[in-house]
């Protein structure tokens, strides 16, 4: 298999799994939940997934190939959300997670290039563009989505708490992906250039 056929088997699998995510994370933000007195809504702990899918593209690929994945996975990812949840979760879920994942994209390469970060090993500064980029595309994203799903929206709750939903989503986003994520994200890492390196 050459390395274009492996090429296009990755950006397949990263398009199915960023539509099965998106899929799950709009059927589960309809739940809201209270944890600790804060209101959140079960999707927070699923979409960040698709940041470290996103994060390891960029490094292990490059910046076109991860634009490619949000391209792709911008139709399937709007017909799987409007079955599983309303017509304008649908909306607010695309426009989110394409601004929000190409925003991403463009700051994690930027800040890797600032560094000096050749993607090919891990560096002394290898976390700041994962953490840079995924602050401000959480950012983009959870504010878009729930301002343009739940403002004057026709659920009471939601009408009224989105914002306060959306900065307690936005906290624990932050939260799962910087401490949860970070440390699965710089083992794929090393498992992959330990292979790379033995291969060659």
């Known amino acids: 298999m050459n390395s274009m056929d492996l090429n296009r ?15 799950i994370s ?6 809201p939940i209270n944890i600790f007195g804060l209101d959140y809504t079960i999707g927070t702990f699923t979409f960040p997934i698709i940041v470290l899918a996103t994060d390891l593209t960029v490094r292990l690929s490059n910046a076109r190939n991860a634009r490619k994945v949000i391209g792709f996975a911008f139709v399937p990812a709007f017909i799987i959300s409007y079955i599983f949840a309303d017509f304008r979760i649908a909306i607010a879920s695309v426009l989110a997670y394409s601004i929000g994942q190409l925003l991403d994209v463009f700051v994690f390469s930027k800040v890797r290039d600032r560094v000096g970060d050749d993607g090919l090993n891990l560096g002394s500064y290898w976390y700041l563009a994962p953490v840079v980029s995924t602050f401000f595309a959480q950012f983009i994203d959870t504010y878009l989505f729930y301002g343009v799903a739940f403002y004057n929206s026709t659920d009471d709750f939601m009408r009224e708490n989105w914002d306060l939903i959306a900065f307690n989503d936005f906290i624990l986003k932050l939260a799962v992906c910087y401490l949860a994520f970070l440390p699965i994200y710089v083992l794929i890492l090393n498992r992959t250039f330990n292979y790379i390196r033995t291969r060659t």
């Open 9 to 23: 088997k990755l950006i397949t699998y990263l398009v199915l799994g960023h539509c099965f995510i998106i899929a």
């Open 26 to 31: 709009n059927y589960l933000v309809q739940f």
